[in-house]
Antibody, heavy 115, light 108 residues
Framework: QVQLVQSGAEVKKPGASVKVSCKASGYTFTSYDINWVRQATGQGLEWMGWMNPNSGNTGYAQKFQGRVTMTRNTSISTAYMELSSLRSEDTAVYYC????????WGQGTLVTVSS | EIVMTQSPATLSVSPGERATLSCRASQSVSSNLAWYQQKPGQAPRLLIYGASTRATGIPARFSGSGSGTEFTLTISSLQSEDFAVYYCQQYNNWPPNTFGGGTKVEIK
């Protein structure tokens, strides 16, 4: 069955970077886009960007341009989302999702930004 | 950027009743509209894509309709497990693939 398994919770200081991983199984990794979505506590879903695992092409929401980088390692079917210059407002659960729309989702990774 | 507006923000419904949720796009998204269900502490789950196609394993009581700028998710007879937050998302004009603000369906 399709599974997306994300890395564990992170605590970071303001100004630092975080890199979240999303390991895919149960399907051909390069056949579906990977999208990243975040959700602050008690808030709605916010789309951050997408990556084509086959080509490596990416597209980011304007809000995150210059701060976010999405990459992949096809040999281990894993996608990565790195967010830099973290601030307290980046505290959220970060999700990866397969396809557009999101057919399957990872379990989420809580990133806490606190001094 | 396309803005997605969901209404109402909260919907109070008794079990067994019908629930009708609305989603409006600021410009046409054709039929490239998805609906998700999210329960507390869980990731979203895809219910509907292409505005009206149920995702794999989704019960028939969930139906979607609409095209262009106006969309509706109908839950024909609410079950206890359906009380959750529902989001619409457009994937026609992207980036970004914008989400609506969500509708919370609560027990009346």
């Amino acid at each position: 069955q399709v599974q997306l398994v994300q890395s564990g919770a992170e605590v970071k200081k303001p100004g630092a970077s975080v890199k979240v991983s999303c390991k895919a199984s149960g399907y051909t990794f390069t056949s579906y886009d990977i999208n990243w979505v975040r959700q602050a506590t008690g808030q709605g879903l916010e789309w951050m960007g997408w990556m084509n695992p086959n080509s490596g092409n990416t597209g980011y929401a304007q809000k995150f341009q210059g701060r976010v980088t999405m990459t992949r390692n096809t040999s281990i079917s894993t996608a990565y989302m790195e967010l830099s210059s973290l601030r307290s407002e980046d505290t959220a659960v970060y999700y990866c999702a397969r396809g557009r729309p999101g057919l399957n989702w990872g379990q989420g990774t809580l990133v806490t930004v606190s001094s | 950027e396309i803005v997605m507006t969901q209404s109402p923000a909260t919907l109070s419904v008794s079990p067994g009743e019908r629930a009708t949720l609305s989603c409006r796009a600021s410009q046409s998204v054709s039929s490239n509209l998805a609906w998700y269900q999210q329960k507390p502490g869980q990731a979203p789950r895809l219910l509907i894509y292409g505005a009206s196609t149920r995702a794999t394993g989704i019960p028939a009581r969930f139906s979607g309709s609409g095209s262009g700028t106006e969309f509706t998710l109908t839950i024909s007879s609410l079950q206890s497990e359906d009380f959750a937050v529902y989001y619409c998302q457009q994937y026609n004009n992207w980036p970004p693939n914008t989400f609506g603000g969500g509708t919370k369906v609560e027990i009346k």
